[in-house]
Structure formats: C-alpha cells, structure tokens
C-alpha cells in the first residue's frame, strides 16, 4: 500500500513507483485512486502494477493525492470486484480504501450491520461499507475542513479485530491507520519541498523501500493503534483504539520473509537480521557438509549467514527465473505447484556430488521444497541437508497470510523425521523461536508468532467457521 498527499508532484508516477517497489506484497491485482481536491477516481485491475497502469493510464489521473494498492487475497477471490482501493461514494462525495492484512470479526460485524450474507466480498469491501454507513450519523465539526471521513473511521476502527493497516483517502485527505497491534507495517515520509512544490509532501508506505525510490525519507513508523491524517495542514494522529487492546504484534514473519531485505522495520534492516538468523541456525543446528545454498530470494541471506558462522564455503545452487512470483502467496495450488517448476533451477556444476546445506525461510505446505530437493538429487546432490530460518511453521494465520488450514501445514501433522523423508532429505532442522528473536535484535518489541506457537494476540474465529472462510 502507498499513499501520497503532495500538492505540485506528480503524485500518480510517485504511486505507480511506489506500488513497483511494493510488488512483492501483492501481485493479483493493482490500482490507484487520485484525488484533484474535488472528485477521486479510481483505477484498477487484475496483474501486476506494470500491466494495470501504462503511461497513458497515468498521464489521465491528475490530482495531489492518492492511494495505490496491490493485493495479495486472504479473504474474499481474486477477482475484479475485490481489487482495491475498494472506492464508495457518500453523497456528493466518495472515499477510496485499501487494506493490507485480514479482519477476524467480519461474520460479527456483519450481522450487527444488518447485512445478508454475500451483501460484500472480502473484509475490505467490509469495511469500506461500515465506514460509508457511518457517514451520515456523524457529528460536523464545523471547522472548516470536510471531517466525515475522520469521524467516520473513529467510529468505525474500534470495532474491528484483527490486522489491518489502512491507507484511505476522500477528495482532500489520505489516511493511514495500523490495528492496535500493528501486525502489518506501515510507514510515515515525508517529501522534501521541490521548485513548483514549496511544502514538499506525505507518504505513507507498507515498507521504507517504496520511501527509498520516490525520494522521501522516512519520518517514523505509524504506531500500532495509531491513525494519521493527511491534509494541508500536514499530519494529525488519532488513538481511536482503547488502550487496553494496544499491544505492539508485528508478524515475525515480515522479518523471516515477507518483507523486502532492504526493508527497515522496528529501526533494523531485514536483510541484516536474515543473515543473523543463518548465523544462529548454523549454532544451533550444525552439519558437516561441503557447500552452503541458499533458496533464492529470502533463504539468502541466511545461506550467508550460515555459512559466515560455520566456516562452510557459500555458494549459488539454485537459479530463479526473475520475472516469476511468489509461490508461497499464489492463490491457489495448482498454481503454487506450477510456479515451483518455473521457478528454480540447480546449477549442476555447483552442486553435483557434493554435501549441500540448503538454506530456506520456511516450510508451510512442503510443496516447494519437495520438488525443489528432488531437483538437487536429479542435478547430482549427494546430501541435502535443510537448514530452515524459522520455527516450524504449525498454526494457521488470520492475520494476513493465506495458510488457513492446519491440514495444509506439514510441520502441523508429522514430526521432524517424517518431515525428512517426506521431503527427501538427509535432515532437516528448524532455527529456535528464542533464535529467531534474539537474530532479529529488536529484542524489547513484542511480536506475533502465533503460527508458530498457537499463541494468537487476539480472538480468532471458531475453527469451523474459519475453516470454512477460508478455504
Ligand atoms: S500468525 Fe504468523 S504469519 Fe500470521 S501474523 Fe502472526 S506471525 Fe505473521
């Protein structure tokens, strides 16, 4: 998600930036709502940010605020109707809405809303209908600026459970909102002051990165339970969440995989803190092996790391095709599988007839890591020894990351052995969780871990229901 308020930018190319710098998160759809004061418009489809916007496209939307999205479906199908920003309009007026993370009360919110089953198809849609229903009854404030959508959201925000980090926008404001505990990141930045845009300008951002490459530097991260509004008189923060339910929970597994290395996250930079966590790993689970391998992109860094502490050489085994996606984020499984075959390929050379500890983020379902050891024996491997930079990965997620079923998690339904010769590998270890968060270094902050330990920070829906949901 990536939202800009900066009167005398070209702000559309800086959201078509930004969301091409955030790509990883999402790659289902993409698009970007543009307000010039008076009317929003939105624009958004199914594919990649490259496909959805071309220079014409941009060279339509004018305005000094707006709000891109990418999405990454965990509620609700991949579909044209569910690609964001979800846009409502409220009488003469209309607010755009994009959502990163996964609501857990959307069946309770729903039926206090009155709403028939099927009314909305994802939690954003949800939300985006919540909010356009609160406009109405909220109190005008009289103060010179449009305050419906604020009011709006501070009286909607309190009743949602779950994670969410929110960036929303009407004809002259853009707003950035985390849950209460902050599972998905977002990013305040600001814009220096440019010849023909004096006050420089805002950005609002799912991970620095995308601060990196429309040249705004980072101000500080929106704090979890916190809400920022954007307009001419530049940002204003909201606590509209009680303080009980504040209890910083970021997903450990923004560090482990999902966010970009470059990221920066709770001040320390991912890239450096996955090398840790090969560092740790090769402490904890040491073998004795000719060449360490890293399963590219996220296992890397770690690879590096293990192999820096064990004194085992490094090297590249695995080639990816660069221009493929994220099989652990594709929607379905047929597509996760087929992205595996097209995805990595050994280096023979490198790796035949030799010892290999092969270096990986995380096994969820095994589908990747099974084909991808049996690719290194075919390529001449004579050891694979899996080394894994995170905890076995056992509970299901609600908040965001689309491993909804226990069936489907291998580390849920066999032991470390059966995990071994499922795979087909010599071993297989798993890093320690009290590694995993000593190897981050942000030892003092709290996070969720709850697929990995069962210990959800909030109430999560009964699992019948869920299972249901989700599949
Ligand atoms: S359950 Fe796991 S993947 Fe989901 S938010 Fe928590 S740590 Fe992240």
């Not at 309009?89 to 099927?118: C, D, I, K, R, Y």
């Amino acid at each position: 998600m990536f939202g800009v308020y900066a009167p005398g930018f070209d702000v559309p190319h800086l959201v078509f930036d930004g969301l091409f710098a955030l790509q990883h998160r999402g790659q289902e759809s993409a698009g970007m709502a543009v307000s010039d004061g008076d009317t929003v418009t939105v624009v958004k489809d199914m594919g990649l940010v490259t496909s959805v916007f071309d220079a014409r496209t941009l060279a339509s939307l004018q305005g000094h605020v707006a709000l891109g999205h990418v999405r990454y479906s965990t509620t609700g199908p991949s579909t044209w109707q569910n690609a964001q920003p979800v846009y409502r309009s409220v009488g003469n007026a209309g607010f755009a809405l994009g959502h990163n993370g996964n609501l857990t009360n959307v069946e309770a919110l729903a039926e206090s809303a009155g709403m028939l089953p099927g009314i909305v198809t994802s939690d954003s849609e949800l939300v985006g209908e919540l909010v356009s229903r609160a406009f109405p009854t909220v109190d005008h404030v009289g103060d010179g600026a449009d305050p419906d959508l604020e009011q709006a959201l501070l009286e909607v925000l309190p009743d949602l459970e779950g994670a969410f980090a929110f960036g929303l926008l009407d004809a002259t404001h853009l707003v950035g909102v985390r849950d209460p505990n902050g599972f998905r990141p977002l990013c305040l930045g600001r814009l220096d002051p440019v010849p023909g845009a004096p006050e420089g300008g805002w950005v609002i951002a799912s991970e620095t990165p995308a601060l990196d490459i429309v040249g705004a530097h980072l101000v500080r991260e929106i704090e979890p339970g916190e809400m920022v509004v954007i307009d001419a008189g530049g940002p204003r923060s909201f606590r509209p969440f009680p303080a009980e339910r504040v209890d910083p929970k970021l997903c450990i597994f923004e560090f482990v995989y999902f966010a970009r290395p470059d990221s920066r996250l709770l001040g320390h930079e991912v890239h450096a803190a996955r090398h840790r966590m090969g560092e740790q790993l090769a402490l904890e689970a040491p073998v004795d092996a000719d060449l360490v391998i890293g399963v590219p992109d996220s296992g890397v860094p770690a690879a590096e790391g293990f192999a820096a502490r064990s004194g085992l050489p490094f090297g590249q085994g695995l080639v990816k095709n660069r221009y493929i996606g994220r099989t652990f984020i594709a929607p379905t499984h047929q597509a996760r599988v087929d992205g595996v075959r097209r995805k990595l390929n050994p280096l023979r050379e490198s790796v035949s007839g030799r010892r290999l500890v092969v270096v990986d983020d995380s096994i969820v379902r095994g589908t990747t890591t099974r084909q991808m050891v049996r690719m290194l024996r075919e390529a001449g491997a004579r050891e694979v020894h899996l080394r894994i930079s995170s905890p076995p990965f056992r509970w299901p997620c609600f908040y965001g990351i689309a491993t909804p079923d226990r069936r489907e998690l291998i580390a849920a339904n066999m032991t470390v052995g059966e995990i071994t010769a499922h795979l087909g590998a010599d071993s297989v270890a798993y890093l320690s969780l009290e590694g995993l968060v000593a190897a981050i270094g942000a030892g003092g902050e709290g996070f969720c871990s709850a697929c990995l330990t069962g210990e959800y920070p909030t109430r999560v829906p009964g699992s019948a229901a869920l299972a249901a949901a989700h599949r």
